[in-house]
């Protein structure tokens, strides 16, 4: 065992090892108990020391640190206070609760997210050389006796630190589910609106133009659930995030959620894929094409839960899929309803088309497909239909 990453408010230990042996020794050892391990090859964990504390963001259901600078000015404001701070080209409304938790606005879109600080707790055996580099030493800040005795307490010696890099196992106890659970930052209940109204008020005051807030119809409400096919993605520069943001108009604060599509293509795909490639093939790939998916009548579900197969269209009553090569253009055509948080779905995906339909394409930027093998899904935007038509200019 090379080191252990404890993060306590998520439950959760990264274990470093050394070699695969190890790695594979550790998971055997712990099958024999009720525990639940997932093996990975990095962490953000293992990049802190040894009781650093760290500020983090909530991104749909995960958490993300923000940037040391963003968290050294969250760090200094006084709990129970609010402030606007500014990292960047980008201007923070920060309600902090206490220590530990608060939210963040961001003044330009209204973005709200939960923000928290952990602590990291590190540990090592002596004999890893890691020990050896030289590491800056990061003393705790809590210092009880003088709580308790009421005496000017004695510096406590510094623990040692550590760094961490390569290979990593995360075991927790308990189920993968309830092991990996993040537990949302809540205001404290105590906290009556008056005092906060009053807070925000004089908040007001120095940029009063900036949190006037927009119509909650235009709030972005993250999709949390877990899709067995899809990958949530946190990552804007990733090419998929970065082909939709450019689509919808729109950064990435503004998305509920995006995943990628993780099921490898069918047989029938290869196929169609290995015409495409023939010069005498009777298809050809188009992508990327968008579709966006009816709520009301939970096409969004069906589609993230099977994909486009026979079956789902069957149970959705659809003879016909129509695509779009711009999310633009499939958001002027679309009838639909958003879900209960005004979201919608939007399907990004690559279609394989007959000379019919790649005329049908080229001359109305729109096909309909019928024949829902020749569809590969790739990824799925979650965003709030009525900021996406405003970012978009459609009324």
Not at 74 to 96: M, V
Not at 217 to 228: A, E, H
Not at 361 to 372: A, H, P
């Amino acid at each position: 065992l090379a080191s252990v990453h404890l993060v306590e408010e998520d439950k959760t230990a990264v274990l470093r090892f050394a070699d695969q042996a190890s790695l594979n020794s550790a998971c055997e050892f712990v099958s024999r108990f009720q525990w639940r391990c997932k093996v990975v090859i990095d962490s953000p964990y293992l990049r802190y020391y040894d009781q650093q504390k760290v500020w983090q963001y909530q991104v749909s259901n995960k958490w993300a640190a923000h940037h040391a600078d963003m968290a050294r000015l969250i760090e200094r404001i006084p709990p129970r206070q609010d402030l606007i701070i500014e990292h960047g080209a980008r201007r923070y409304f920060i309600e902090k609760y206490n220590r530990q938790q608060g939210r963040q606005t961001n003044l330009r879109t209204q973005n709200q997210r939960m923000i928290r600080r952990i602590r990291i707790h590190v540990w090592a055996p002596k004999e890893n050389p890691i020990f050896a580099k030289a590491i800056p030493v990061i003393a705790t800040e809590e210092q009880f006796d003088s709580f308790f005795y009421n005496t000017r307490a004695a510096p406590r010696p510094p623990r040692e630190t550590n760094v961490a890099a390569s290979v990593a196992a995360a075991a927790g106890q308990g189920n993968t589910a309830a092991r990996f659970h993040l537990h949302r930052s809540e205001p404290p209940q105590n906290q009556i609106a008056s005092e906060r109204e009053k807070r925000l008020s004089a908040a007001q005051k120095v940029v009063p133009s900036q949190l006037t807030r927009v119509d909650s119809k235009y709030s972005v409400i993250g999709d949390t659930r877990q899709y067995s096919a899809w990958r949530a993605l946190d990552d804007d520069e990733d090419e998929d995030y970065q082909t939709l943001m450019r689509e919808c108009g729109m950064r990435a604060d503004a998305f509920s959620a995006v995943w990628n599509h993780l099921v490898p293509p069918s047989e029938a795909l290869l196929q169609f894929a290995t015409q495409a490639q023939s010069s005498s093939g009777e298809y050809r790939l188009a992508t990327p094409l968008f579709y966006i998916a009816d709520a009301f009548e939970e096409q969004d579900v069906a589609i993230m839960e099977q994909g486009f197969v026979a079956a789902a269209a069957a149970a959705m009553d659809v003879e016909q899929f129509t695509f779009f090569g711009k999310v633009a253009s499939a958001m002027e055509a679309f009838s639909g309803d958003a879900d209960g948080d005004n979201n919608i779905k939007i399907f990004m995906c690559s279609v394989y088309l007959t000379p019919p339909q790649q005329t049908d394409l080229q001359q109305n930027g729109e096909v309909n497909v019928e024949d829902v093998s020749t569809i590969q899904l790739v990824a799925c935007a979650c965003v709030n239909v009525f900021g996406l038509k405003k970012a978009l200019a459609i009324e």
